[in-house]
């Protein structure tokens, strides 16, 4: 069965410090990964995706992640975050053919102004 | 123009009670979702349908039931409401089994 880890359940930075939030997978065959962001109160929102190709991908607001086959993981980076990245990330895993997409638990991110 | 929307945003109702979240979307989907996500922000899948047929649904209690009366229509109808029923319930859609989702707000559900 497919599932998704974050290693970070909170992490806390200052503004202009870069960010890094781990997600590693458990899957055998062909993933289609996803990172999606939950601002307070709000619902979430792609920040980007990675279904093939270049397994370096950018997405919304400075952000990018790594797909990095042979670790199975595809964690989150920006180089320098602002206050207005505190939220909620999830990283997510759907499998070609199939309907269900795997969350991650999430990690809070709160950025200290 | 709202692209998944849900209704009510908020619910406030009594155990034992019967209660319906409606969600529908406008972006032509042919697959809808209904997550849970409790108090820890922990989303778990519940159901969902493609093309009007559910297709997943995980360890749900028969107390939920969810109906698709059209490709852009998918309610959560919750029988004997109980304490643990507290949390967030999102609406997703998404144009296909590996495409990104698109979520609704959310209906906030507490029970008394």
């Known amino acids: 069965a497919q599932s998704v880890s974050q290693h970070n359940h909170h992490v806390i930075l200052s503004e202009a410090a870069s960010l890094e939030l781990g997600c590693n997978y458990s899957y055998g065959g062909t993933v289609n990964l996803f990172w999606y962001v939950q601002y307070p109160g709000q619902h979430l929102q792609l920040l980007l995706k990675y279904f093939s190709g270049d397994p370096l991908v950018k997405g919304i607001k400075g952000f990018e992640a790594e797909f990095i086959k042979s670790k199975f993981s595809f964690n989150l980076r920006k180089p320098s975050v602002q206050w207005s990245d505190t939220a909620e990330y999830f990283c997510?895993?759907?499998?070609?053919?199939?309907?269900?997409?795997?969350f991650g638990a999430g990690t809070r991110l709160f950025v200290k102004a | 123009d709202t692209a998944v929307s849900q209704t009510p945003k908020y619910l406030v109702t009594q155990m034992g009670n019967d209660k319906s979240i409606k969600c529908e979307q406008n972006l032509g989907h042919d697959t809808m979702y209904w997550y849970k996500q409790d108090s820890k922000k922990f989303l778990k899948i519940m159901f969902s349908y493609n093309n009007k047929e559910l297709i997943i649904n995980e360890t749900v209690p028969n107390r939920f039931s969810p109906k698709s009366p059209d490709k852009a229509h998918l309610n959560l109808h919750i029988n004997s409401l109980e304490l643990g029923d507290s949390a967030v319930y999102f609406c997703a859609s998404s144009g296909g089994s590996n495409q990104p989702q698109h979520f609704g707000d959310g209906t906030r559900l507490s029970i008394l």
């Open positions: 997510a895993l759907s499998t070609t053919g199939g309907f269900k997409t795997i």
